[in-house]
């Protein structure tokens, strides 16, 4: 119920992703007022070892994955552009899918909201990401999609976190 | 109850706390307008139809329209918390502020339009029936019988429906226009019959709407009922509705 005062949305992608057989990659536009607000937190307090404090953590939020085929698990990978190798994440279970996907269920058909954070994955690469203003976002199959599975992520959100 | 009255307890203690002192001002103005004011005069019912004539129904238009405003503050402000946090979620922070107007607008443009039609409603009710009492039998009759549908049970579903809503861009400012919208739409569809009913019976107006605002809270902030026919609910509606218009035909 209550907001939590200190996290602020960074981006968004702003579209729906349709999962496939093949790994799939969406653009997540941020913020540029956000994204400065990010990289400042990076003071050279807030990164010494022998100092309280931390630089702000980033998050990725999949909204409302819905489907009907809730035994695929995807890896999640995230890539600053014209950064190295994209790193992986995490991974997606998609446990209670087809339950969450239906619109006569509790919440409406919301589907299931899944977060994992970027932190480590990205803040090597801040002064890409300043000059980018995007992070791209992967997510791939780890078994076999049917035809007739559809799994889709109406829209991925960074999330920052601050540590003040 | 217990889940509304958490939902109320967090809300006082939250950044939402506005929410609860719009409602509580809004109940003070109203019930400052209820006492100063003839009642029938704001509340609708027959006298609309029967006693005004046609120039004055427009004359206390803007009473009856502050009066609308009001009562959407009163009773639905307090609704609302969940979906503005997700509004306020889903907004980047420079536009949080626009998003929440913008939310605000779309939710009470149906609602205005629906309280209007219920005042309407109820005027028919009462001329048809002849008796204010037999209107909110009638009321109360056919909104337990709503109660006990499958209908009803999939539109609180859809109040607690939360959109992805975009970001960027002009999609942005639609999309929190549209949430209001929508949201306010099913709204409506869950609970016109228990705020038809304080429009049905000017003397008893503002118990009637203490009693429709607990329930339409408890019925946000506790869990949704299951998708299926309340087979005892409908038959009690309809007797009560039955029942309602006998005894308004033979008092008649």
């Keep these: ?10 981006g968004s992608n702003d579209q729906v992703v349709a999962l496939g057989a093949q790994t799939v990659e969406s653009e997540v536009k941020l913020a540029p007022g956000p994204l400065a607000a ?20 980033l998050f990725i939020k999949l909204h409302h994955i819905r489907g009907n085929q809730g035994a695929c698990v995807f890896d999640v990978y995230v890539n600053v552009p014209g950064a190295a190798a994209p790193g992986m994440v995490g991974s997606l279970a998609l446990f209670g899918l087809e339950y969450a996907s239906d619109a006569g269920n509790e919440h409406g058909g919301s589907g299931l909201t899944k977060t994992f954070e970027i932190t480590e994955e990205v803040d090597p690469y ?3 990401l300043k000059t980018a203003g995007k992070i791209l976002v992967g997510i791939s199959p780890r078994g076999m999609l049917g035809p007739n599975d559809r799994v889709t992520v109406d829209k991925i959100d960074v999330y920052r976190l601050s540590a003040r | 109850m217990r889940g509304a009255l958490a939902a109320v307890s967090a809300m006082a203690r939250g950044p939402l706390w506005p929410l609860l002192a719009i409602s509580g001002a809004c109940w003070v103005a109203m019930a400052t307008m209820i006492l100063d004011s003839p009642l029938v005069r704001i509340c609708g019912g027959p006298v609309h139809w029967e006693t005004l004539p046609a ?7 803007p ?20 979906n503005l946090t997700c509004v306020f979620r889903q907004s980047l922070a420079a536009r949080k502020g626009r998003a929440a107007v913008l939310f605000i607008l779309g939710y009470m443009s149906p609602w205005l339009v629906a309280l209007f039609g219920l005042w309407a409603l109820s005027g028919l009710l009462a001329q048809a029936l002849r008796s204010d009492l037999a209107a909110l039998a009638v009321t109360l009759g056919a909104a337990l019988v709503w109660q006990g549908t499958k209908l009803k049970a ?8 939360t959109p992805a809503l975009p970001a960027f861009g002009p999609r ?9 919208l929508r949201s306010a ?34 019925e946000r902030y506790g869990r949704p009922p299951q998708v299926r026919v309340r087979k005892a609910w409908v038959g009690t509606g309809v007797v009560v509705a039955i029942g309602a218009v006998c005894f308004a035909h033979l008092a008649g």
Excluded at chain 1, 38 to 57: H, N
Aim: aromatic share 12%; glycine share 8%.
């Design chain 2, 172 to 180: 942005a400012e639609l999309a929190s226009f549209t949430y209001g």
């Design chain 1, 1 to 10: 119920m209550a907001e939590t005062l200190n996290s602020e949305l960074v």
């Design chain 1, 126 to 128: 801040l002064p890409e």
């Design chain 2, 185 to 218: 739409a099913w709204c409506v569809a869950a609970c016109w019959l228990w705020m038809l009913a304080p429009f049905t019976w000017a003397v008893g107006h503002l118990w009637l709407m203490i009693g429709a605002f607990g329930l339409m809270l408890g």
């Design chain 1, 38 to 57: 990010y990289a400042a937190s990076y003071t050279a307090d807030a990164v010494a070892r022998d100092k309280p404090g931390e630089p702000d953590r």
């Design chain 2, 55 to 61: 120039d004055g129904r427009w004359s206390i238009l």
């Design chain 2, 63 to 82: 009473s009856q329209l502050v009066f609308d405003l009001l009562m959407l503050g009163a009773m639905m402000s307090p609704l609302l918390a969940h």
């Design chain 2, 154 to 161: 999939l539109a609180i579903r859809g109040c607690h429906r």
